[in-house]
């Protein structure tokens, strides 16, 4: 594998290999992150998910020493970033695609951060192959489009073959194809036992990528656990039923206690699950022309959850959160 040098050397870690311990940044008048604690896990792609504005960018700023956090404490591995040794080899961020030097091809600019971080020129070509850039590596950036830009960022995060990624909004303006190959290269570098942390306001696209979440809304943490948990415990789960004895049927139900809507033939059933409910419709003598559970999506969990957060904190701050 092109991306395993040198082998990358995965220590026990005691708790997260990031830790954020009452994380706070205000700016001015604008708590943007707000006593934040959560840890992230090797071996996994850790989402972190949060509507615009929700203080992603700034934690992941502050994960990197990019900024000062007003109160609090954020460690890779146990230390600051700025106390890391060899920093690229350590942590490998994607922050935006912002190309600052048009005139330069993709290899001299992956050969100019080599060389000012001791990591062997031939590592370039091997990132450059891994993003699928080999092709355009003498061409000027400076028309590259979005999505090249994103693999010229990805390539510089993957230089110094870092156990720690961080990737912020990393899909944000690609085309399918390119968010199927970000999804997959996240989840390969996790697979390597690496930490893989990605930000995005997505929810579907998280729900397909990460395995766990931390989710924040106006600076505060919401839930930090696995993306099965969190759906299953902020999501409505309910039933559809059709049946030809629709009345009876639902008289039945209610008597059980379930929650039964009716609408075009179509009965939403809560509170009861399908094996229960098939039962039920076999003692009443029902015919089932459909009993199909309806998992809630990610976004409905999101939406309940940080529904309640932005209640709870509506006087802190403006608008409400905006959910893609
Ligand atoms: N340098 C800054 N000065 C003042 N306010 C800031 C600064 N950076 C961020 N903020 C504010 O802090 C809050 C959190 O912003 P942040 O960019 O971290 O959120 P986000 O979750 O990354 O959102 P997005 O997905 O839109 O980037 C916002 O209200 C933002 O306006």
């Known amino acids: 594998m092109p991306y395993l040098w040198p082998p990358p050397v995965i220590t026990g870690t005691i708790g997260g290999v990031i ?8 700016y001015g008048s604008t708590l943007a992150v707000d006593d934040l604690s959560f840890h992230v896990e090797p071996g996994r792609v850790t989402g972190f998910l949060g509507p615009n504005g929700a203080g992603k960018s700034t934690t992941m700023r502050m994960i990197l020493g990019l900024d ?21 080899r350590t942590v490998g961020a994607l922050l935006e695609a912002a190309w600052r030097h048009p005139g330069r091809s993709a290899r001299n600019h ?23 850039l080999t092709s355009v590596a003498k061409k000027k950036a400076g028309g590259f489009s979005l999505g090249m830009l994103q693999r010229l960022g990805i390539a510089s995060a993957l230089l110094g073959d870092p156990e720690v990624l961080l990737f912020d909004e990393p899909v944000n303006g690609l085309d399918p194809e390119g968010i199927h190959w970000i999804r997959q290269l996240m989840q390969a570098l996790a697979a390597e036992g690496r930490t893989v942390f990605v930000s995005s306001h997505l929810l579907s696209e998280m729900s397909q990528t990460a395995q766990d ?37 639902r008289e039945a139900l209610t008597r059980q206690g379930a929650q039964v809507d009716e609408d075009d033939g179509t009965l939403t059933v809560s509170g009861m699950d399908s094996d229960a409910i098939g039962e039920l419709a076999f003692a009443t003598g029902a015919t089932l022309h459909e009993l199909s559970p309806r998992r809630g999506s990610l976004e409905e969990a999101f939406m309940q959850l940080t529904g309640e957060a932005v209640e709870y904190h509506a006087g802190d701050h403006g608008a409400a959160p905006e959910t893609t």
């Not at 830790?19 to 205000?26: D, Q, S, V, Y």
């Not at 951060?113 to 993003?131: F, G, K, M, T, Y």
């Open 19 to 26: 830790e954020a311990a009452g994380l706070t940044k205000r």
């Open 110 to 132: 992956l050969r100019w951060i080599a060389r000012s971080n001791e990591i062997p020129q031939r590592r370039v070509d091997e990132v450059l192959e891994l993003v699928g």
């Open 68 to 88: 000062n956090p007003t109160a609090g404490d954020v460690r890779i591995k146990g230390q600051h970033y700025r106390d890391l040794n060899r920093p690229l």
């Open 213 to 249: 979440l931390v989710v924040i809304g106006r600076g505060k943490l919401i839930y930090q656990g696995t993306t099965e948990d969190f759906i299953d415990r902020a999501t409505h789960q309910s039933v559809r039923v059709r049946s030809p004895q629709l009345a009876e049927l």
